[in-house]
Nanobody
Framework: QVQLVQSGGGSVQAGGSLRLSCAAS????????MAWFRQDPGQKVRERVA????????RYADSVKGRFTISRDNTKKTLYLQMDSLEPEDTGTYHC???????????????WGQGTQVTVSS
């Protein structure tokens, strides 16, 4: 069992920055993936924004490349998402998650954070 507790987020004007954090209740071993998904307002589908595999491989959605940075601090058991040059289209609920492999399908991930609202105004 893993608990993921998120913090950060909030409201910002376009061009601003926010950082999301996701603290895990235990260390991960072996092959795993930690990722951030965004759920747009009124939508059920969650889109993968960024993912980091246990070997350090990183993937970003095309819409956030060059603006978002995913990172982790293993000593703190924490995953981060630094979001710069934010755009109104980035608005949504951001969820951190962990699973065995870095897939695009949210159903493949087992544990989820509680979600954090990010609102970007123009």
């Amino acid at each position: 069992q893993v608990q993921l507790v998120q913090s950060g987020g909030g409201s910002v004007q376009a061009g601003g920055s926010l950082r999301l954090s996701c603290a895990a209740s235990r260390f991960f071993t072996g092959t795993y993936c930690m990722a951030w998904f965004r759920q747009d307002p009124g939508q059920k589908v969650r889109e993968r924004v960024a993912a980091m595999a246990s070997d350090g491989t990183i993937r970003y959605a095309d819409s956030v490349k060059g603006r978002f940075t995913i990172s982790r601090d293993n000593t703190k058991k924490t995953l981060y998402l630094q979001m710069d040059s934010l755009e109104p289209e980035d608005t949504g609920t951001y969820h951190c998650t962990t699973g065995s492999y870095c897939t695009f399908d949210s159903r493949a991930y087992r544990y989820w954070g509680q979600g954090t609202q990010v609102t970007v105004s123009s």
